[in-house]
Nanobody, 122 residues
Framework: QVQLVESGGGLVQTGGSLRLSCEAS????????MGWYRQAPGKQRELVAS???????NYTDSVKGRFTISRDNPENTVYLQMNNLAPEDTAVYYC????????????????WGQGTQVTVSS
């Protein structure tokens, strides 16, 4: 069974940096898209950034210029470099990986990590 394991969360002061990592284990296939979502208390889970297998990235407006997503395809690992963190970035960050394949029809499977807490103090 595929497992996504996140690491790198923690407590940081405003203006600080963190680097999140997410490694997929027990896989014998490549993922189409990988990305990071976050969920703050009382709010819906939102997309932070995603990256395709070809390296095309997408960011939510609030993190543009501060966060950078990257991936290591052979290792099925995705990273999120977060700079100039602000208190509003405080949330649980989740890794998501998408596999798309053909099995008589197009099938899309989504995998999620368990989340890592990021807390930014003011």
């Amino acid at each position: 069974q595929v497992q996504l394991v996140e690491s790198g969360g923690g407590l940081v002061q405003t203006g600080g940096s963190l680097r999140l990592s997410c490694e997929a284990s027990r896989t014998f296939f490549s993922f189409n898209s990988m990305g990071w979502y976050r969920q703050a208390p009382g709010k819906q889970r939102e997309l932070v950034a995603s990256i395709s297998s070809g390296g095309i990235s997408n960011y939510t407006d609030s993190v543009k210029g501060r966060f950078t997503i990257s991936r290591d395809n052979p290792e099925n690992t995705v990273y999120l470099q977060m700079n100039n963190l602000a208190p509003e970035d405080t949330a649980v960050y989740y890794c998501k990986a998408e596999r798309v394949y053909y099995n008589g029809r197009i099938v899309r499977d989504d995998y999620w990590g368990q989340g890592t807490q990021v807390t930014v103090s003011s």
